[in-house]
């Protein structure tokens, strides 16, 4: 753990800046310290809810005194006369003094971009190990995080199966599809509509608002030859068109494509979404690519539309690109799981030589996901201190 070594106010009490032993140095405001304060009168001390409004903080709040006392920043606010101290783990943890200068694109440092080559087994967990041990389960939720999906193997191979997956970290999403839906093709040899047909790595139901944020897709036969699974990183497709064509990413990031689904009966489901999302300050959040979704783009100004069209394009096109895919088949009882704000699913072609393939799959959510991961890592790191 790195110590903290000094603290000097400035800007006649308005900032507080921080020095550690490794020479790394934050600067704090007085209000963000004070909205932020970790005592039990201004956080809940059971559940860390914050128990103030900003109205009860003074407008003119300063700091009257920082000092260094052991592993804390010891603060004293002005006019209140509060004084808190805050863990030097917390600080470091929470320094927003290093975020200039991002590019548009940037990425968490959770995240890791891969292509062809990533090898599958690397994220791959057993049905029966994530079922029974928490270790397991929670390396498993931390490489959907990082890779944005991962395999199952050694399941049941039962009808409805795939539900006891999202429950194994949170809860199904249901659409009008229902909890879940079935996806069966019969490889008919006689009938060329059902020989061959691939299927161009997509993101589901991108026509939702809020789209589902995780997808999961569960084996239950696949005696046909080929129909392999594929997958790739929508967010290594993107950064690779803003590395070849920045103009081309900015088109798709700034300008809304329209989704639309109208299934039969009460079903008409719009969207306005760009297809490569960036979060105000730039990050990379969501990809949303499906041509057989995509409606009439009409947001994107007349003097733009073809290179609009161009980057769209392109995007198609490395998405496309071997290079990027990874494939694997799915045998009964497997499943593999996506993040589907950023990794792309879809399905090679089959030989004509007959067979079936049935998958069922579900929708699910990230949040869930994310919030079972970081109970089962900070038990883990309760269990090691
Ligand atoms: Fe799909």
């Not at 929470?94 to 968490?108: L, Q, S």
């Not at 129909?227 to 920045?246: K, T, Y």
């Not at 994310?370 to 309760?382: C, D, F, G, I, P």
């Amino acid at each position: 753990m790195k110590r903290l070594v000094s603290a000097e106010t400035s800007d006649a009490g308005l900032v507080v800046s921080v020095h550690w032993e490794d020479g790394f140095a934050a600067r704090f405001h007085a209000i963000w310290l004070r909205d932020n304060a970790l005592d039990p009168e201004t956080r809940s001390a059971s559940n860390a809810q914050r128990l103030i409004t900003l109205h009860d903080i003074p407008v003119n709040t300063s700091l009257a005194a920082a000092s260094v006392a052991g592993d804390m920043l010891k603060v004293e606010f002005a006019p209140e006369a509060k004084t808190v101290e805050f863990p030097s783990t917390w600080l470091r943890s929470n320094a927003y003094d290093v975020n200039a200068g991002r590019a548009r694109g940037w990425m968490t440092s959770r995240i890791e971009t891969w292509k062809n080559g990533f090898e599958v087994k690397t994220i791959t967990g057993n049905h029966r190990n994530v079922l029974e041990n928490t270790v397991a389960l929670r390396d498993w939720l931390a490489g959907v995080r990082c890779y944005g999906f991962a395999k199952l193997t050694g399941g049941p191979v039962a009808s409805g199966a795939l539900l006891d997956v999202a429950g194994l970290f949170g809860y199904v999403r249901e659409t009008n599809y229902g909890k879940w839906f079935e996806v069966r093709t019969e490889v008919n040899p006689a009938n060329l509509a059902y020989t061959g047909l691939g299927l161009q790595a997509h993101t589901d139901n991108p026509y939702r608002d809020p789209v589902p944020t995780l997808q999961i897709l569960y084996c239950l036969e696949n005696s046909a030859a080929g129909g392999d699974s594929q997958v790739v990183d929508g967010f290594a497709a993107a950064s690779r068109l803003r590395a070849e064509d920045p103009h081309g990413f900015e088109l798709l990031t700034r300008y809304c494509a329209r989704f639309e689904y109208r299934g039969a009966g009460d079903v008409h489901l719009v969207s306005r979404k760009p297809m490569i999302e960036l979060s105000p300050d730039g990050e990379l959040t969501a990809i949303r690519f499906n041509n057989r979704s995509t409606a009439a783009i009409t947001d994107v100004p007349f003097d733009d539309m073809s290179s609009y069209y161009a980057a769209y394009r392109r995007l198609a096109e490395i998405i496309d690109d071997p290079a990027m895919a990874v494939s694997f088949k799915l045998e009964p009882g497997e499943c593999f799981i996506v993040d589907n704000t950023r990794v792309l699913h879809g399905r090679t072609g089959y030989a004509d030589s007959g067979g079936s393939r049935w998958l069922q799959g579900c929708y699910a959510d990230k949040d869930g996901l994310l919030s079972t991961l970081s109970v089962l890592e900070e038990a883990a790191m309760v269990n090691v201190a």
